[in-house]
């Protein structure tokens, strides 16, 4: 989630957002996982090395139901149960690239 660009149809205003201004706690374990993470993550900026995958995933589901073939819906993939454990799973992927 935390290297996913929008574009610009996808962005609204935030005051929109219900819940927006709302406060939450984050745990010192919490905040010390996403600074590791947002370090482990961060690199100069090139732009051409993203593309829409959504889009061009659903162009290839077009193309396929076009010429006639079955389409399959793969399983949910299931959210993690905390945010330390989103976090440590996130960091142990980045540090294994």
């Given at each position: 989630?935390?290297?996913?660009?929008h574009?610009?149809?996808?962005?609204?205003?935030?005051?929109?957002?219900?819940?927006?201004?709302?406060?939450?706690?984050?745990?010192?374990?919490?905040?010390?996982?996403?600074?590791?993470l947002?370090?482990?993550?961060?690199?100069?900026?090139?732009?051409?090395?993203?593309?829409?995958?959504?889009?061009?995933?659903?162009?290839?589901?077009?193309?396929?139901?076009?010429?006639?073939?079955?389409?399959?819906?793969?399983?949910?993939?299931?959210?993690?149960?905390?945010?330390?454990?989103?976090?440590?799973?996130?960091?142990?992927?980045?540090?294994?690239?």
């Open positions: 989630l935390l290297s996913q660009l574009y610009v149809d996808e962005i609204r205003n935030p005051m929109e957002v219900p819940g927006w201004n709302q406060e939450i706690e984050v745990s010192e374990e919490e905040l010390e996982l996403a600074k590791q947002l370090n482990a993550m961060k690199k100069p900026l090139k732009l051409e090395e993203y593309r829409d995958e959504y889009k061009e995933g659903l162009m290839r589901l077009i193309e396929a139901k076009l010429e006639g073939k079955e389409i399959t819906i793969a399983e949910e993939v299931k959210a993690a149960k905390s945010l330390v454990d989103a976090l440590k799973s996130s960091l142990e992927s980045v540090k294994g690239v």
